[in-house]
C-alpha cells in the first residue's frame, strides 16, 4: 500500500526556521515534491528531489533520503505570507502519478 | 503564459444531473491528473493520462470518467452526480519529472 505521514499543524515566529517532515511508502518511487496551498488557492511547486541531498531554492530547502523513506521541507527566515499548507507529495514510476497526504498546516505568528 | 486552464470555477449541480469539467493546458505536457480535495484535506488522484490517448485510474475514480483525445485537453466527466462528490476539482500537467501544474480549481457542489 502506500502511506505519507507529515505533522498536521505547525506553528513558528517570524523570522525563524522551520522543518516539515515526510515520510512515505509507496511502490515505484520516483522523487519528493513539495507544494505550498494558500487559503482558496492552487497548490503551487516549491521543491523537487530526485536525489538524495539537499536543494536549495532561495528561502525553502528540502532533502530527500530513500534508504529511509523520508524528506523534509526547510524554510528560513519565515515571513507571515508564509503561513499556508505545505504537502509533501512522492511520485512514482507508473505514470509518473503524484500522490499528496493530507498536508502540513504552518501558522506564522508576529 | 496561460499554464492549465479550468473551466468553470464555480458550478453547483443537482443530485443526478451531469456535467464536464474542461482542461487544457499550453505547455505541451505529457502528463495530466484531475486531483479533488476535500475541505481540509490532502488532493486525491482521480484520474491521470500519460498522452494523448492514453488515460489511467488514480485513487478515487469511481463516479468519474476523462478522455484524453489531444495533448492539451483533458476534461473530466462527472455522470449522475452525488452529494459526496462535492469538492473542489484540480487539473494538473507535468513533464513527468517532479514539477507539476495546477488550475486555478473548479469548486462543485452538489445540491
Known amino acids: 500500500g502506500q502511506s505519507l505521514e507529515q505533522p498536521s499543524e505547525v506553528t513558528a515566529v517570524e523570522g525563524a526556521i522551520v522543518q516539515i517532515n515526510c515520510t512515505y511508502q509507496?511502490?515505484?518511487?520516483?522523487?519528493l515534491s513539495w507544494y505550498q496551498q494558500h487559503d482558496g488557492g492552487a497548490p503551487t511547486f516549491l521543491s523537487y528531489?530526485?536525489?538524495?541531498g539537499l536543494e536549495e531554492t532561495g528561502r525553502f530547502s528540502s532533502f530527500l533520503s530513500r534508504s529511509d523513506s523520508y524528506g523534509y521541507l526547510l524554510l528560513q527566515e519565515l515571513q507571515m505570507k508564509d503561513s499556508a499548507s505545505y504537502f509533501c507529495?512522492?511520485?512514482?514510476?507508473?505514470?509518473?502519478?503524484?500522490?499528496f497526504g493530507a498536508g502540513t498546516r504552518l501558522f506564522v505568528k508576529a | 503564459n496561460a499554464g492549465v486552464t479550468q473551466t468553470p470555477k464555480f458550478r453547483i449541480l443537482k443530485i443526478g444531473q451531469s456535467m464536464t469539467l474542461q482542461c487544457t493546458q499550453d505547455?505541451?505536457?505529457?502528463?495530466m491528473y484531475w486531483y479533488r480535495q476535500d475541505p481540509g484535506m490532502g488532493l486525491k488522484l482521480i484520474y491521470y493520462?500519460?498522452?494523448?490517448?492514453?488515460?489511467d485510474k488514480g485513487e478515487v475514480p469511481n463516479g468519474y470518467n476523462v478522455s484524453r483525445s489531444t495533448t492539451e485537453d483533458f476534461p473530466l466527466r462527472l455522470e449522475l452526480a452525488a452529494p459526496s462528490q462535492t469538492s473542489v476539482y484540480f487539473c494538473?500537467?507535468?513533464?513527468?519529472?517532479?514539477?507539476?501544474?495546477f488550475g486555478q480549481g473548479t469548486r462543485l457542489t452538489v445540491v
Open positions: 494538473a500537467s507535468s513533464t513527468g519529472e517532479g514539477m507539476t501544474f
Open positions: 509507496t511502490s515505484g518511487f520516483y522523487g
Open positions: 528531489n530526485g536525489l538524495d
Open positions: 507529495a512522492p511520485t512514482m514510476t507508473g505514470g509518473f502519478k503524484t500522490i
Open positions: 505547455m505541451n505536457h505529457n502528463y
Open positions: 493520462s500519460v498522452g494523448a490517448g492514453i488515460t
